[in-house]
């Protein structure tokens, strides 16, 4: 914050040409910005203090120690929990998991809910209704769809009685094939975050602006062409939004794992970083270790985050 | 070999329950003896529940107010586990935020016991119970051990038995083997397992076979895991282990069924999807009910066809050591535990064996149940009860959070994802991390 203000030079009259003017520096008291700051920002600050940095500051104190409610005494070990992680293959698989489930989780809405955006961005009582239809999933409970799609999806369920009615013989245990599970799972969050992305695609494309469109049709621009030049560069902040949220919950997704798959089948096929931390933190009461597992997860997301979000904020300045 | 020994007195205490009744308090008569139903104990208590669509609000509701009814100082706030579960956490969470309740059913000691947080009762008050020394932690006693479960006594549809051939129960594995392979031959699944959610659904074949396999030779092997004289790896573990893939191999289990949640899986059973289903004497309140076909029930086979009866016995109430109203919770737990109206809804709702001097089952109890109570009657009477391997909750049971690695184990015999051996080293290596 700028302290100083500069009052604008004024000539003097009467004072012989080629000498500077004189600037006269004036400093306001501190007192009143100070209490100015904090009867507006200190509300802000203390509940941001309280509820965010204070737990990760505490997280990472118990990080650095063998802390388990069931079995005193807490004992400081440094930095053994962070040394334990980087040999912890159970950790690894749940760091591969995470990071296969946030791509197809940030990709697969955004494509095709920018297919969908483009499909409704049409005037009428059908579009509205579509809209509609597609923003639903949304405001389930995540609880709800998890628990709604492991019935759909079951060996039994109705979607594999539609395949075997179809003369599949075998078709496949879609959460219970280690080979296809993940895939299921990631498949019932882009069910849901769809919805999410087509709204945000549609406010995007409501901002721009007709008259480029019909000025690139003029020009001779086909419809590809009118993307690619004119809506698709526009769409820049829609693609921001949709990104760094979709990777935000993808990163830290519990909900979904522990109904429909509970980690599984067998030892970590479907088990996020999130879960691994609630796993190990209240099953297996090893709240250090956990602890250093959240401080990882949290690292990682601000880190990945920030790094898209500069990439995206850079693009869309470039565009 | 101490567990054999005690439950060797349990027949006297079972069988001869009528003649020994002074310790089943009745609603109709005064209660006495024990400080359980003096009705002379006041205060105010928190008492955590769960509800299953057998042990619903209404319930609970009535056995507590049978307590209080003859207790009237004791003022009883009636807490719920959000899941029937997730219990045993949920009481966690209210430890950690200043909320533990004064009383807790069916809450896993391990863990609250050596932190200091619970009540370890005293010989004296325990004198009701069959088994008073069931589930030691560091030698005191801090669950009540109010009831017994055999699990896993396999239940079996009788007819589909008999249009496969098979003329008896199964009494060895190769017993089960050939049953399996003549179902199979049928186009019928053998078993019907599950998972998912409930990831025990998945483990109780691999439960019965230690059981028998491993406890019946060496009852106290899992207190030997902790001292690290034997390992999963070994080579009797590894061999249980390599038999359960080997049914998952036949296709005697379905292999898809391991994203199935256990209400699912009673279901399968139910709709007659497999012929036979490993489950603890809990579902026996199930089977007693309307089928289109009859359900019998036989022990888990062992290797060459001696009596083995893996059982639990505890799942009774705990007490927060800092209970501001001590007495007042020690006496409502004694005295819910030993209401006779109270152990009789225990028994036709949950299919629960009361493990309390001098009660009598109900007269009007289910075929199924009284099977399965007979069944492990004989394994009283033969002293051939052993622990069920992941069920145990004392010192000599899993490290916290290894039940949910067995099951994990289970799951990935099933799919194939993990030979017998890699099953067993990650076993292992679980169990060094939970250490």
Known sequence: MVADVTTPSTPVTGTGGGSRPRIRKRRRPVLPRVWHFLSFGAPGVLIYLCLVVAPIAISFGYSLTNYNPFNPPIKYVGLRNYNLLLHDQEFH???????????????????????IALLLDKRGWLYNALRGVFFTPVILSSVVVSVIWTRLLDSEGPVNEALRGLGVHSPPGWLSDPDFALYSLASIVCWQQLGFCVVVYLAGLQGVPQELQEAAAIDGAGPFRRFRAVTWPLLAPALTINTVVMLISAFKMYDY??????????????????????????????????????????????????????????????? | ??????????????????????????????????????????????????????????????????????????????LVSPTADGRTDYAKQLLQSGQFPDVMIAVSPAGFAEAGNLYAWQPAELSAFVFPTANPIKGKYYQLPANTQT?????????????????????????????????????????????????????????????????GKTPDW????????????????????????????????????????????????????GAMYPMGNWFASSAD??????????????????????????G?????????????AKAFALAFQTDKAQLDASVKSDGLFPAIKGYQLPTDVGPVFKAGYDLYTEGVQKNAVVHTFRWETADDGLLPGMADKVDQAAEDLTTGRKSPADAAAFLDSEWAKAS
Not at chain 1, 93 to 115: E, H, M, Y
Not at chain 2, 36 to 62: C, H, K, M, Q, R
Not at chain 2, 235 to 256: Q, R
């Open chain 2, 289 to 314: 009910g309307k089928h289109p076909f009859d359900i019998g029930i036989f022990n888990f086979p062992t290797s060459d066809g001696s009596l083995v009866v893996p059982a639990y016995t505890g």
């Open chain 1, 257 to 319: 794992v522990k109904v429909i798959t509970n980690g599984g089948p067998g030892a970590g096929t479907t088990a996020t970083i999130a879960f691994d931390v609630l796993a190990t933190g209240f099953d297996s009461n090893h709240v250090g270790y956990a602890s250093a597992m959240a401080i990882i997860m949290l690292l990682t997301v601000a880190v990945v985050t920030a790094i898209v979000l500069r990439l995206l904020q850079r693009r869309e300045i470039d565009l």
């Open chain 1, 93 to 115: 698989t749940a760091l591969k998991v995470t990071t296969i489930l946030t791509l197809i989780v940030v990709i697969v809405p955004n494509v095709v809910g920018l297919l």
């Open chain 2, 151 to 215: 699990i896993p006594p396999i239940y079996y549809n009788k007819k589909v038995f008999t249009d496969a051939g098979i003329a008896a129960t199964p009494k060895t594995w190769a017993d089960l083997l050939d049953a399996s392979s003549k179902l199979k031959a049928k186009g019928i699944t053998p078993f019907v397992t599950g998972g998912g959610k409930d990831g025990f659904a998945s483990s109780m074949i691999l439960a019965g076979l230690v059981s028998v396999d491993i406890y």
């Open chain 2, 1 to 78: 070999m101490k567990r054999r020994s005690l439950l060797a007195l349990g027949p006297a205490a079972v069988l001869a329950g009528g003649l020994a009744s002074c310790s089943v308090k009745d609603n109709t008569s005064p209660s006495g003896g024990s400080s359980s139903g003096s009705g002379s104990v006041s205060g105010d208590i928190t008492f955590l529940t769960f509800e299953t669509p057998n042990l619903n609000a209404a319930y609970w509701d009535a056995a507590i107010k049978r307590v209080t009814d003859k207790n009237p100082g004791i003022k009883v706030k009636k």
């Open chain 2, 222 to 273: 899992l207190t030997q895991r902790r001292a690290d004289k034997v390992k999963f790896s070994d080579a009797n573990f590894v061999a249980v282990l390599a038999k359960f893939a080997d049914l998952a191999s036949k296709g005697y289990i379905d292999k898809a069924a391991v994203s199935r949640d256990y209400a699912s899986t009673e279901q399968a059973f139910l709709d007659q999807k």
């Open chain 2, 316 to 328: 009774g109430m705990i007490v927060s050591a800092k209970a501001k109203s001590l007495d007042a």
